[in-house]
């Protein structure tokens, strides 16, 4: 029952962010900042970026953390959603209901309650869809997410299983609102979680891809986030846990995923270069809209 549970959430999750994402991207054109092409410097900083955040976060006073990731979710939320909702009052007032439900539900049932992480999972997702659009429209191509997404297979793989950081961060988070992850929990038994970082490479990578190739991009993406963002992760839990007999801590989903979309990107690479924003079709080059 648990392991049809895990499956069925963890899969929901995955598509359906990145299916977010992907109509995000069909129907919204966020401005385009003026940063050039992606290089591989750019992917160095990135790395960089995800290295130092978690120590961040573990530096902070524990009542502290869940402030500063809801001022983080607020933050992306005004931003990525800003060509949706010109109206700056408007925006905000529904930002701050947001966020404000995702701590009356934990205030009010707790923090393994079905309410609660229906309304964290609903900020994270929307935050997903949010980044994955600035930086696929902001000139981010396939093959720099492609790289990301391996080097970032090695980082989740080393802080998982050597310096045991990961597990670190997730009790840091533990008892608190905010929790940078989606998930829903029923009662003690069961339970499904996907990190927000997982969520965010799952669209990335899906999103990059249909700009860059289209409809051939697009199902690639969507299989293998299924396939081993979704199905892999979950499957080797449970079939580690029946040989060994001892459920491991973690298994980073990264692993799975970092390689296999790296095979798919040289794989899609096979029908000639990436398509740029100016390419797309007419009925997807949208207007971008520009705030009141």
Same mark, same amino acid.
Request: proline share 4%.
């Given at each position: 029952m648990t392991v049809f549970y895990q499956l069925a959430v963890t899969t929901a999750l995955a598509l359906a962010v990145v299916t977010g994402a992907i109509t995000y991207f069909r129907r919204i054109r966020t401005p385009r900042p003026p940063v050039g092409l992606f290089n591989g410097r750019? /992917?160095?900083?990135?790395?960089?970026?995800? *290295?130092?955040?978690?120590? !961040?976060?573990?530096?902070?006073?524990? +009542?502290? =953390?869940?402030?500063v990731l809801a001022l983080v979710f607020a933050g992306g939320l005004s931003v990525g959603y800003t060509p949706v909702i010109a109206n700056g009052? *408007?925006?905000? @007032?529904?930002?701050? =209901?947001? /966020? $404000?439900?995702?701590?009356?539900?934990?205030l009010a049932f707790g923090e393994t309650a079905a309410p609660y992480w229906v309304a964290n999972s609903c900020v994270v997702g929307l935050v997903v869809v949010s980044a994955t659009n600035l930086n696929v429209q902001g000139g981010m191509r396939l093959g720099n997410v492609a790289w990301f997404l391996l080097a970032l297979a090695v980082y989740d793989a080393f802080f998982a299983w050597v310096v045991p950081l990961t597990e670190e961060l997730a009790d840091a988070v533990q008892g608190y609102p905010y929790a940078p992850a989606a998930g *829903?929990? /029923?009662?003690?038994? =069961?339970?499904? !979680?996907?990190?927000? %970082?997982? =969520?965010?490479?799952?669209?990335?990578? @899906? @999103? $990059? +891809?249909?700009? +860059?190739? %289209?409809? $051939? %991009?697009?199902? @690639? %993406?969507l299989a293998l986030v299924t396939l081993f963002g979704a199905v892999a992760p979950v499957a080797a839990l449970h079939l580690i846990t029946a040989v060994t007999g001892h459920a491991p801590a973690l298994i980073p989903a990264q692993v799975f995923f970092g390689p296999a979309a790296f095979i798919g990107y040289v794989l899609l690479r096979r029908r000639g270069p990436e398509r740029r924003m100016v390419e797309l079709p007419p009925l997807e080059r949208a207007t971008a809209v520009v705030p009141a």
């Open positions: 750019d /992917i160095f900083l990135m790395m960089g970026f995800v *290295l130092a955040l978690p120590y !961040v976060y573990l530096a902070l006073p524990g +009542a502290t =953390l869940p402030v009052r *408007l925006r905000w @007032t529904l930002i701050v =209901l947001l /966020i $404000a439900s995702v701590l009356v539900f934990h *829903l929990r /029923i009662g003690e038994d =069961l339970g499904a !979680v996907v990190g927000m %970082g997982d =969520l965010l490479a799952y669209a990335l990578f @899906t @999103t $990059a +891809a249909y700009k +860059a190739y %289209g409809k $051939a %991009g697009l199902t @690639t %993406g």
